[in-house]
């Protein structure tokens, strides 16, 4: 992915999304933690430079990609990428005010992490039915303005909040984070919603 590309996942999801999550927490928490966000354009290029680590890695490693290049990466694991770039380089920072901070606070980044992956894979499905022509289906994610995901058993965390304490607690506890165990993870979550338009779709048409 060249740099200018990058640039604007970073302005159409990436930066959206920490401020989204900025945004989330209560004013009198971020007034009392320090929390502040960075959405700067060096923050930007950092960023980028730890995600071309990470997609080089992967390349190198389980790919075969030809003299030039060929048999690029998939749309997942570019955003897979993505959220390992965001484990390493924290857009939303905070300072430790008593003997614990909230939960809301401590998962802030993991949610950016999470979230980025999210938008990111949405634009490249909107981007997807539009150059298939799937007018139908483009129009109704478009609509739908954010994934969907499937529900879990009541007591339980949401599905959502469950992908983001799984990325905080393996992060927090040192565990390896894996790319191509996360990138299948979206191809999923795009596939639920594919399918969960095409069932609207069909809904419409009885």
Not at 53 to 69: D, H, I, Q
Not at 177 to 188: G, K, N, S
């Amino acid at each position: 992915m060249e740099k200018d590309t990058f640039k604007y996942i970073w302005e159409q999801g990436i930066a959206k999304s920490a401020q989204d999550v900025f945004d989330g927490i209560d004013p009198g928490l971020r007034k009392k933690y320090s929390v502040k966000i960075d959405i700067s354009e060096s923050m930007c290029k950092k960023l980028y430079y730890q995600y071309d680590e990470a997609r080089c890695l992967v390349r190198e490693k389980y790919f075969n990609t030809g003299k030039n290049e060929e048999n690029k990466i998939d749309g997942h694991k570019i955003c897979a990428c993505i959220t390992a770039a965001l484990l390493n380089v924290r857009l939303i920072n905070y300072e430790v005010a008593g003997k614990e901070v909230p939960v809301k606070i401590v998962y802030a980044n993991y949610e950016v992490a999470f979230l980025s992956a999210i938008y990111v894979m949405y634009l490249f499905l909107l981007s997807d039915f539009e150059r298939d022509r799937q007018t139908e289906c483009y129009n109704e994610l478009k609509n739908q303005a954010t994934f969907v995901f499937p529900e879990t058993n009541p007591g339980h965390d949401t599905y959502v909040q469950g992908r983001i304490k799984t990325l905080a607690l393996n992060d927090l506890y040192g565990n390896d984070f894996d790319i191509l165990t996360y990138a299948d993870m979206l191809f999923w979550i795009e596939l639920y919603n594919k399918e969960w338009i095409n069932n609207k779709l069909i809904r419409k048409c009885m």
